[in-house]
C-alpha cells in the first residue's frame, strides 16, 4: 500500500525556517499595508481553485499564496495602527510558546492526558492572582483555582452554569431550567448585568437556557457604570415576583467605553442576597499587573469567578482567556460528566485536576505554555512597561482631544481605550471613521454612548509607539477637516 | 518611559529556528519516550518557582525547561506507540499552519475583521463536503455552509442550540426552557441519543438547561448501536406525554466502540417526525475521504446537521472540528447578538459570512490556514493513503486477536478502532491495561460492553506504522501471558 507523503523532520526544519522568516518579515512589514482590509466580499474565494487538490502540492505554492491570496485579505490586527474594537496583541514569545503547543500535541482533558498541560496551566494561573493583585481564594491552594478558556464568552458562561447550578441546587443540570413562578412549581432564574456590558451575557443566558427576558440590562450612572440602586431594586423586584437571582455580572473596562461597575457595592450586595458574582475585565484586567491600576479591582474579594483575556492585551495570541473561581467544587461540580472511557486511576485519586471539568468543550490544548512564555520573556517588568506605554499613549491622545475644539471626549479615558467624538454630530462622525478605516492609514470603530455616535481608539498594539499615535491624531485632524469643508462648499 | 524588551524581528528569526529545531528533534525522538506519562502528580508543580520572574530571561532558559520540566511530563499523543482514546494526530504541515495563524495573529469573529479568514474557511469547509462524500445541502453555495469548531462538543452544543430554537420556535432563547407539561402552558423538550453516544452530549443537554432527565439514553442492538424501534418508541412515549422531541444525535462511530447507529432509518424517522437530526462522527468521518468507506454516512442526506473532527484522524492538530449545517438561517437566527459596537458595512450588506454567529464564543483564530495546509501538502490521494494504512493495521491487529485463543474481539472492527479482550476476565484485562501503560511501551485505553472491561486500540498516529503495531501486540500477548502466570502461581 502506498504511504502518504508525510513531510519528514527534515522537510519540516525547511519548511519551518522559510515560514519563520515569512512570519518575521511580516512583523518588519505588517506596518505598511492597509489596516483594515479592501477586500470586496467573494474577492479572496475567487482567487481559491473550487476542488481540492488530488496530489499533494509543494510547500512553496503555499508560501507563495500566503502572499497573493491571504495577505491582502488580512485586517493587519498586529499593525501597530490598528485601534479597533480592544487589541488582540501578539508577540514572538507568545507565538514560539503555541508553536510549541502545536508541535507537541498533546491533549490536555485529563490530567493523566499530560499531566505538564494541567499543572503548568494550575501554576501559572497561581502566579497571575500575585501578579494582578486577585483574591488570594481564587489560588489552588487555596478553595479555588484558575484556567483557560478561549474566550470571554466561554469564561462568563462557564460561570452562568456554576451560578445556575448554584441558585437552583443543581435543579436545572438534571430538570431544565423552568419558567417560574406563573403556575410552575419552580422558579425561574435572573441574572442582572449593566445595559452597557457585553452581548456575550446575553448570549450565554440564551445558550444556558434561561432566556433572554430573564437578563435585567441595569441602569448606568452618568459614567456608563452599573448603578448599584437600579441593580438592589431589581433583585427586591424579581424576588416579589417569585423569581431567583443566580448571577450578576459586574464589568470592568466595558467593551463600549471602558467603564468599570462599582465592586465594592455590588459585591456587597451579591454576598447580602447570596448571589454568584461574576467579574468581566476581559480587556482591562491586564492593567492590575500595574500597582497603580490595581483600583480597578477593589471589591473583587466579593467574587466568585473572574475572567481576563491575555488574548487581549497582554502580548499573548488568540486565544487565552483566564478564568478564575474561588470555589472550584461548585465548578466542577456543574460541568462533570465521567463516563467508562474516561476513568483513570489519576482521577479516582482525587489528587489531581481534569480541566475537562472546568469549561464547556471536552479536548483542550496546551495553552499555557503561551502565557508562560510570554511571563518569562517579558519578567514582570516588562508586562508592566508594556501596560503604561499604552496607557501613557492613550492619555496623550485623549489630551489632544480634550484641546481641540472640534473634538470632545465621550467618556473617562480608561485602561488604553479613549472615547471621542467631533463636535458636528453623528454623520460626520460615521463619515470620519468610514474616510480614514478605508485610508488604510489606520483602524478604529464607533459605539453608542448617550444615543450619540462615538469614535473608539484602543492602544494596545504591541508596535504602537508614540510616532503611530501621534499620526493617527494628525490624520483624524486632517480628515475631519477636509470633510467639514465639503460639507460647507455642499 | 521604559520600553518593555519586546523580541525583535531578528530575535524571532533565531529563536523561532532554535524552536523549530527542537520540534523537529521531537518528531525524531518521541517514540523512544514513554507513553503514558509516568508523572506522580505534583511533580510538575514541585520544579516550577512559586512567583513569575520580575525580570524578563533568556530564551535559553525556556528551551532548558521544555526539555526538563515540560517533556517528563506528557503523555505523547504523537507517539507511534499510542493507540489510547482516539489519536489525536498532528503534521508538519498542520504545525506549520497554525504557526502561521499564530504568527499573523488575526481574529475573525466578523468577516470584516479578517475577510480571508472568514473565505478561506468556508471554502475549504466546501471543499470537504466534496472530498468526503457529503451532501451538496452543506454547501455554503446552497442553504448550508460549514464552519470550524474548537471540538464536537461545542459542534454539538451547537447544533444542541439551533435545535432547541427550531423545536420551540424561538422561544427558549426569549422566555427560557420550560419543564411543561406538568401544569405549565410550554412544553418541555427532549433530546435523543444512543446510550453508547458520547458524553458530551449529556453535557451539552445540561449546559442548554434542557435537563439531563429530559435526554433519552436509547437503547442500542448487539453492535452497539441505536435502535430505530426504540427510538421510534421513546418519540412517541415523549409526545404522548405532552412534550415536544427537539433533535436526535445519531453518531458515526462511537467512542466506546466504533458503532454506526442507522443513518437512513433514523433520518427518515427524524424527517417525518419533524425533528432536528445531528450526526456526530466525530472519529470515523475522516475515513469517508476514502469511497470504499462512504458508507457509514449512507442517509446523511436526512441530516440537520453533522460534525467530524480533523483534529482526531485527518492530520490537522487540535483544535479543528468542522461542522455544517443544512439551513444555516436556523443557526444564525439562533445565535446571533448583535450589539452596536460590532456593527459595521460588510455585515449590514448581508453579502457576508459573520463566523461569530455559528459559534459558542465570539472571538475566533484563523484555524483554517492549518487545515488548507493539510490538504494541500498531502492533496486527497495522500489523506486517502493515511486512511487505508491506519484501517489496514487495525485489521491486521484484529486479525492476530482473532486467531489467538486467549483473546477474543469485543466488538466489530470499526475505522481503525479494535475493541478486543482476554478471556479471562476483567480482572485480568484491567492489570494487563494497567502494567501496558505503566511500560511505556504503548498506552490504550478501555470502555465497558455489554457489562464487560473492553480494551480499544485506536490505530490513528501519523508515525505509526506497521512495526509498532506488530510490537504493540506482541508485547500484549506477552504481558498477558506473564499475569497468567503470576495468577496461576499465586
Not at 511571563?375 to 496607557?391: D, F, K, M, P, Q
Amino acid at each position: 500500500m502506498d504511504e502518504p507523503r508525510h513531510m519528514t523532520p527534515d522537510e519540516f526544519r525547511r519548511c519551518g525556517a522559510a515560514l519563520i522568516e515569512r512570519i518575521a518579515r511580516y512583523m518588519e512589514e505588517v506596518e505598511q499595508y492597509p489596516v483594515l482590509s479592501q477586500a470586496e466580499p467573494g474577492s479572496v474565494r475567487a482567487r481559491l481553485p473550487s476542488a481540492a487538490p488530488e496530489q499533494g502540492e509543494p510547500f512553496a505554492d503555499l508560501l507563495r499564496d500566503i502572499d497573493e491570496i491571504i495577505l491582502p485579505g488580512l485586517t493587519h490586527w498586529q499593525s501597530p495602527n490598528f485601534y479597533a474594537y480592544f487589541p488582540a496583541n501578539a508577540s514572538g514569545p507568545s507565538i514560539l510558546g503555541d508553536l510549541l503547543s502545536s508541535g507537541l500535541g498533546v491533549q490536555g482533558m485529563l490530567w493523566a492526558t499530560s499531566p505538564a498541560c494541567t499543572e503548568l496551566e494550575t501554576h501559572v494561573l497561581d502566579w497571575l492572582v500575585d501578579l494582578l493583585g486577585l483574591p488570594q481564594e481564587f489560588k489552588s491552594s487555596a478553595a479555588g483555582g484558575g484556567v483557560i478558556q478561549d474566550s470571554a464568552s466561554s469564561s462568563t458562561l462557564t460561570a452562568l452554569i456554576a451560578a445556575r447550578e448554584r441558585a437552583s441546587a443543581g435543579a436545572v443540570n438534571e430538570h431544565g431550567a423552568a419558567r417560574g413562578p406563573d403556575g410552575a412549581k419552580e422558579p425561574r432564574l435572573t441574572v442582572y448585568t449593566s445595559r452597557h456590558a457585553h452581548s456575550s451575557i446575553e448570549k450565554g443566558v440564551k445558550i444556558a437556557g434561561l432566556g433572554r427576558e430573564n437578563l435585567r440590562l441595569v441602569e448606568a450612572d452618568e459614567c456608563h457604570a452599573m448603578r448599584v440602586d437600579a441593580l438592589e431594586a431589581a433583585i427586591a423586584a424579581d424576588r416579589a415576583a417569585g423569581a431567583v437571582p443566580a448571577m450578576v455580572c459586574a464589568t470592568v473596562g466595558t467593551t463600549s467605553s471602558g467603564a468599570v461597575d462599582p465592586l465594592p457595592a455590588i459585591g456587597a450586595l451579591c454576598r447580602r442576597e447570596g448571589i454568584w458574582l461574576h467579574v468581566d475585565a476581559a480587556h482591562a484586567g491586564s492593567a492590575t499587573i500595574c500597582p497603580e491600576h490595581r483600583e480597578l479591582i477593589d471589591g473583587l474579594e466579593h467574587a466568585d469567578s473572574y475572567t481576563f483575556n491575555p488574548h487581549k492585551w497582554l502580548l499573548t495570541n488568540f486565544d487565552c482567556s483566564c478564568f478564575w473561581v474561588a470555589d472550584r467544587a461548585a465548578l466542577i461540580e456543574a460541568l462533570s460528566v465521567l463516563p467508562e472511557y474516561l476513568r483513570n486511576r489519576a482521577t479516582e485519586s482525587g489528587a489531581v485536576i481534569d480541566y475537562r471539568d472546568w469549561q464547556i468543550p471536552l479536548g483542550r490544548r496546551f495553552r499555557a505554555l503561551k502565557l508562560w512564555f510570554v511571563i518569562r520573556h517579558y519578567g514582570a517588568e516588562g508586562l508592566r512597561a508594556h501596560v503604561r506605554n499604552c496607557v501613557a499613549l492613550a492619555d496623550w491622545f485623549a489630551a489632544q482631544v480634550e484641546a481641540h475644539d472640534a473634538f470632545a471626549l465621550a467618556a473617562p479615558v480608561s485602561a488604553g481605550l479613549v472615547c471621542f467624538r467631533h463636535r458636528a454630530g453623528d454623520a460626520l462622525n460615521e463619515a470620519l471613521m468610514n474616510r480614514l478605516n478605508e485610508s488604510g492609514a489606520l483602524y478604529l470603530t464607533h459605539t453608542r454612548l448617550d444615543d450619540r455616535l462615538v469614535l473608539r481608539l484602543a492602544v494596545g498594539g504591541t508596535a504602537t509607539r508614540r510616532a503611530h499615535v501621534e499620526r493617527a491624531w494628525a490624520r483624524i485632524v486632517e480628515t475631519a477637516g477636509a470633510l467639514s469643508a465639503e460639507e460647507f462648499a455642499a
